[in-house]
């Protein structure tokens, strides 16, 4: 393993590690639906908004200061994908841009085309696509998956992608199961018959490096506030899609990538923030003089192998305990840290309840992952999920699994 920053020296970066419930502190697996934030972040924040704070392109210093500092978080997001400054577009969350792209999108599509999406899907990839159903007479067709081991079904989206098809959906990893899609694999395929490829990083980005050129997609949006940044959207389009796309835009707007795609003035602290998150990370890394996207590289695969192997205990654990199903695929499978279960006997909002009580902050419900949750075959009532992040430690883990066998112990 890389030497990076010890588990201690990560955690003394988060101020909200400091919170108690019940005398015991805050065990954080919430993660999955947003992460805690370094000081790091909110203090690139409040110096942004108390000493720069101004709206762009114009000619006195702290308009001059917020266009440099949005350049470079624009640089800061094209390290952390491997893509260039000018294919980052900033917005308010995963969700509005996808809706903003699909629209772009649909603009050149006619009807009866093809759209392919999967029912490993959070909504956010879903249902702007199928607004175009609605809009356009888009064709939608949804990829299933093995719901005994999250994986998506290769073989039904191979029979999918037909030269109608113009655009693929999919996400890198599901925020329900946690299952890892080879994104490559589907890009290839979705390329074959000319179709672009538009990749939900969100449940992706926080577990895995994406690397949009090695993948070789067209599109891909990731949330800052799933990897320790304020609430925001991160949309990649390559450039030269980018520059054709009919985009819906103010006709006085700058019109050059990324800001064409930039409805509004934007969230400028949010960015700001969302680019010290990406530094906070490559900076676990000890060797500044390395380059950043290296230092992100080394820093993600110790973080990862440090994930794998707090949730391969977390899962024997559940695995061995009567009345608990878990649900996705095993830590030998590609996955991200991020466990699944219901406990029979009781609500998925009763545990988590329960759980909260004991100090350990769970999630449950269906994480508008509501096809995964439906095709489980579990009510409305959904999962219990828990997911680890960089802060998360193995006693914390081991209080969940005690907390778990309480659960078992006390069974109405
Ligand atoms: C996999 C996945 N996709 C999309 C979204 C939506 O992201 P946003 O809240 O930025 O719109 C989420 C949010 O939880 C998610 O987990």
Redesign the pocket.
């Known amino acids: 393993m890389h030497r990076i920053a010890s588990e201690i020296e990560i955690r003394s970066h988060f101020p909200a590690l400091t919170r108690t419930m019940n005398d015991r502190p805050v065990a954080y697996f919430d993660g999955?639906?947003?992460t805690q934030v370094p000081r790091e972040v909110g203090e690139a924040m409040t110096e942004y908004l108390y000493h720069h704070n101004a709206n762009t392109h114009w000619a006195y210093p702290a308009s001059k200061e917020t266009d440099e500092a949005l350049l470079a978080a624009r640089a800061t997001f094209a390290d952390f994908l491997n893509a260039k400054p000018e294919e980052i577009t900033f917005g308010?969350?995963?969700?509005?841009?996808?809706f903003h792209l699909a629209r772009s999108i649909g603009r050149q599509l006619e009807a009866g085309d093809e759209i392919v999406i999967t029912d490993l899907?959070?909504?956010?990839?879903i249902d702007p696509w199928r607004a175009l159903e609605v809009e356009k007479g888009i064709r939608i067709k949804s990829v299933r998956f093995d719901t005994d081991t999250g994986q998506l079904d290769w073989a039904h989206l191979t029979d999918l992608l037909s030269n109608k098809v113009k655009v693929l959906a999919i996400?890198?990893?599901?925020?329900a199961l946690g299952t890892i899609n080879d994104l490559k694999q589907a890009t290839s395929l979705a390329h074959q018959v000319g179709a672009y490829v538009f990749v939900?990083a969100?449940?992706?980005a926080p577990h895995k490096l994406v690397d949009v050129q090695a993948i070789g997609c067209d599109f891909l949006?990731?949330?800052p506030?799933?990897f320790y940044g304020p609430?925001?959207?991160v949309l990649f389009g390559k450039h030269e899609l980018l520059e054709q796309l009919s985009v819906p835009k103010l006709l006085p707007a700058p019109n050059h990538n990324g800001e064409r795609l930039e409805t509004g003035t934007q969230n400028h602290e949010g960015i700001v923030g969302a680019a010290a998150a990406v530094n906070f990370l490559a900076n676990l890394h000890p060797e500044p003089s390395l380059d950043r996207r290296l230092r992100l590289q080394l820093v993600f695969d110790t973080l990862h192998q440090r994930g794998h192997e707090l949730i391969s205990h977390l899962w024997d654990s559940l695995k061995n305990m009567n009345h608990v199903t878990v649900y996705g695929p095993s830590p030998e499978m590609p996955r991200t840290p991020t466990v699944s279960f219901t406990v029979d006997g009781f609500s998925s909002e009763e545990v988590t309840r329960r759980l909260s009580n004991e100090a350990i902050f769970t999630s449950h419900g269906d994480?508008?992952?509501t096809t995964v949750v439906h095709k489980l075959g579990l009510s409305e009532e959904g999962l219990v999920r828990t997911g680890c992040a960089c802060y998360t430690t193995q006693n914390e883990v081991d209080r969940l699994i005690e907390g778990v066998k309480h659960l078992n112990r006390i069974r109405p």
């Open positions: 999955p639906g947003g308010a969350n995963m969700t509005t841009l996808v899907d959070h909504h956010a990839n996400g890198g990893a599901s925020n939900d969100v449940h992706y949006a990731c949330s506030y799933k609430h925001l959207g994480f508008y992952a």
